[in-house]
T-cell receptor, first 114, second 114 residues
Framework: AQTVTQSQPEMSVQEAETVTLSCTYD???????LFWYKQPPSRQMILVIR??????QNATENRFSVNFQKAAKSFSLKISDSQLGDTAMYFC???????????FGKGTKLTVNP | GAVVSQHPSWVICKSGTSVKIECRSL??????MFWYRQFPKQSLMLMAT?????????EQGVEKDKFLINHASLTLSTLTVTSAHPEDSSFYIC??????????FGSGTQLSVL
């Protein structure tokens, strides 16, 4: 069974600083996708970034980038120039290729301080 | 972008009553939708996969007679919590896959059973 582990229950960062959230996963599959979702206090789930396992290049979306280490099964999220609006729960998620089921980690609560 | 509408956003009901939650894809057709449950300060747990025109597929440990899912059209899936009890109180979220392969989430429904 696939599992997703987020080892940091809570993190905080100063506004404009950079923060990295950790995620590791376990799978025997070679074709899969990894995601980071943001859940602000409104509880709306928002896709932050997505990575296809077959792509070696790390995905980036504006201030958000990932460090995808396939051999280590690691998928960390870096948020640059943190903004107050980045305060939220961040969930790392995995889906096997050909499946639409998402497996979520337990989440990291990120607080951006002014 | 694709929008998934979920209604109601919150509901309070008496123990023993049934509650129906709707999930609609507003600008795309979704043959498959997903229902998740999220307890306070926890991650999202997949309950079931809703398939248009056929029976839903439930995850292990989820009672199909308790959580009735109907996916009668390509834009609507409903989750009915039957004979609700206080332990069913939770945040329920649906999701649907858009044509661009991205997964979009509804805004969630907070159910409180008294």
């Amino acid at each position: 069974a696939q599992t997703v582990t987020q080892s940091q229950p809570e993190m905080s960062v100063q506004e404009a600083e950079t923060v990295t959230l950790s995620c590791t996963y376990d799978t025997s599959e070679s074709n899969y996708y990894l995601f980071w979702y943001k859940q602000p206090p409104s509880r709306q789930m928002i896709l932050v970034i997505r990575q296809e396992a077959y792509k070696q290049q790390n995905a980036t979306e504006n201030r958000f980038s990932v460090n995808f280490q396939k051999a280590a099964k690691s998928f960390s999220l870096k948020i640059s120039d943190s903004q107050l609006g980045d305060t939220a729960m961040y969930f790392c998620a995995f889906t096997q290729g050909g499946s639409e089921k998402l497996v979520f980690g337990k989440g990291t609560k990120l607080t951006v301080n002014p | 972008g694709a929008v998934v509408s979920q209604h109601p956003s919150w509901v309070i009901c008496k123990s023993g009553t049934s509650v129906k939650i709707e999930c609609r894809s507003l600008d795309f057709q979704a043959t498959t939708m997903f229902w998740y449950r999220q307890f306070p300060k926890q991650s999202l747990m997949l309950m079931a996969t809703s398939n248009e025109g056929s029976k839903a597929t439930y995850e292990q440990g989820v009672e199909k007679d308790k959580f009735l899912i109907n996916h009668a059209s390509l834009t609507l899936s409903t989750l009915t919590v039957t004979s609700a009890h206080p332990e069913d109180s939770s945040f329920y979220i649906c999701s649907a896959r858009g044509t661009n392969e991205k997964l979009f989430f509804g805004s969630g429904t907070q159910l409180s059973v008294l």
